[in-house]
Every structure is written in structure tokens, then in C-alpha cells.
């Protein structure tokens, strides 16, 4: 089951989970739209994975199965990945 982080690990914007502009890449990294395309240039910083939007998890759905509460934030500031 996703995580459905609260907010962008790039710029700390909250994304609730109704949130149209989350997107996840294939390990929950979230970030807002924004931060994915004018910040980290379509890649995840942490994978190097692209990005797809985050699904929205119906409202009935959020009482037995709530989003997560903990933020993640990447304390380094964000930008894209750097070669190995």
C-alpha cells in the first residue's frame, strides 16, 4: 500500500492526498510537480528513476487506510542526481 507522503522531499510543499500535482517514483520518493520538472529535471534524486503521478486514494478509502503523517525532507537540499 503506498505511503502517501505529505509533502514534497524537495521543497517541503504539502501534498495532501487528494494532492493532483504528487507525483512518486517507484520507491515513494514524493515530490511536488513543480520540484519534478524545474528542479530535478524529470529524475528522482535518490533512484535516478522517473516519475509518475501519485494515485488518489478515495476519501472513504482514507479512514481504514490513512496517509502518512511523517514528513521526509532532504536536509542537503535537492537537484538532480549526480553521476556515479
Known amino acids: 500500500m503506498l505511503e502517501l507522503r505529505p509533502n ?10 487528494e494532492a493532483a500535482d504528487a507525483l ?6 514524493t515530490f511536488c510537480a513543480d520540484c519534478a520538472e524545474h528542479v530535478l529535471g ?9 516519475f509518475s503521478a501519485r494515485p488518489i ?5 482514507l479512514v481504514k487506510y490513512p496517509a ?3 514528513r521526509v525532507l532532504k536536509a542537503e537540499g535537492c537537484g538532480p542526481r549526480k553521476a556515479a
Open 68 to 70: 502518512s503523517t511523517q
Open 42 to 50: 524529470g529524475a528522482c534524486p535518490n533512484c535516478g528513476g522517473n
Open 8 to 17: 514534497c522531499e524537495c521543497c517541503d510543499k504539502d501534498l495532501p492526498p
Open 57 to 61: 486514494r478515495p476519501v472513504e478509502k
Open 24 to 29: 512518486i517514483c517507484t520507491f515513494e520518493c
